[in-house]
């Protein structure tokens, strides 16, 4: 979770100022915060890709084969044609500019702001130890080695799970 200014100094990415959504819209997946997927008009692709490509200095689109890969999400069927996301602490918005949070989810995992919290005890964790970050996709593997349990084949690129010690 990243935090995002309120109002009046709300640091938003107004869409509708740029993409004429009645046009090249014809669903979308933009409320508001950080990430958004616009669905194209049939026809439309292209002209909506360079409508939002160049829109904001803060927002970063992407065909679905151009998605970065530390994302893991070119080849999800359900990710759509093109995928947006704004860079930490803006807003992105469809047609209405809203903003009720002090915070919101879908930023770049790569920064440290987006990172989540994870406490962990038991015999199989040293004590007052203090761990570099990580994903939270090794989460799942790691809970399966330490319930002795075989994980199941997964689509995305894990790496194998860290020691507890």
Request: aromatic letters at 12%; hydrophobic letters at 35%.
């Amino acid at each position: 979770m990243t935090t995002v200014k309120k109002r009046p100094n709300v640091n938003k990415i107004p869409l509708s100022n740029y993409i004429k959504f009645r046009d090249l819209v014809k669903f979308d997946i933009v409320g508001y915060g950080g990430f958004g997927m616009p669905l194209p008009k049939l026809g439309q692709e292209e002209d909506l890709y360079q409508a939002m490509k160049n829109v904001y200095a803060h927002l970063h689109g992407y065909k679905k084969e151009e998605i970065p890969e530390h994302f893991h999400l070119s080849k999800h069927d359900q990710v759509l044609l093109i995928m947006m996301y704004a860079n930490s602490g803006y807003s992105i918005n469809g047609r209405i500019i809203m903003c009720f949070n002090k915070g919101s989810h879908g930023f770049d995992s790569v920064l440290m702001d987006t990172k989540a919290i994870f406490r962990a005890f038991g015999l199989d964790f040293k004590r007052n130890r203090l761990a570099e970050p990580f994903n939270s996709t090794h989460i799942y593997p790691f809970m399966c080695k330490l319930l002795g349990v075989t994980p199941k084949p997964t689509t995305a690129p894990w790496q194998s799970p860290r020691k507890c010690s």
